[in-house]
């Protein structure tokens, strides 16, 4: 079941997002590779959506694609996520955003693993983690 949609200004996303937050889920931004807190955790949990806390993705999904970003094979659920073509920077792909709150997440290309040959490839600061005891 799809949570009801958030819409806020983006006056008030200024308020409650740190400046590099911001750029990331709202002007679409992408942090560098190996920098994010997220690439390199193996904890067991739950990925959510920083802006709004909508669960996205579980670590029982990550990989490591060698990227330096926290890849994925699939969200928890496909209704959680939206998926929108992206032309930007002279590159054609397929921009990911939070179906609750409109936050850009990432990307996916179709070079992930076997399981779904799908790689979630999400920016750390457009997540939080909620590790598998609940403490995060």
């Not at 750029?23 to 992408?30: F, S, Y």
């Not at 949990?45 to 709004?52: E, K, N, Q, S």
């Not at 996205?56 to 890849?71: E, N, R, V």
Request: net charge negative; aromatic share 10%.
């Amino acid at each position: 079941m799809q949570e009801d949609k958030i819409n806020k200004t983006e006056d008030e996303w200024k308020k409650e997002l740190t400046p590099e937050e911001y750029n990331i889920m709202r002007q679409k931004g992408t942090e560098a590779p190996f920098s994010g807190e997220y690439w390199n955790n193996h904890e067991k949990g739950m990925y959510v959506c920083r802006a709004c806390g909508q669960e996205l993705f579980s670590s029982d999904t990550k990989f490591d694609s060698g990227t330096g970003w926290p890849s994925f094979t699939d969200p928890i659920n496909r209704e959680k996520v939206e998926l929108k073509s992206d032309e930007s920077h002279g590159m054609l792909r397929v921009e990911v955003l939070c179906k609750r709150c409109g936050a850009h997440l990432g990307h996916v290309f179709d070079d992930g693993p076997k399981i779904s040959g799908k790689r979630y490839c999400i920016n750390s600061l457009s997540l939080g983690f909620c590790k598998e005891n609940g403490l995060s």
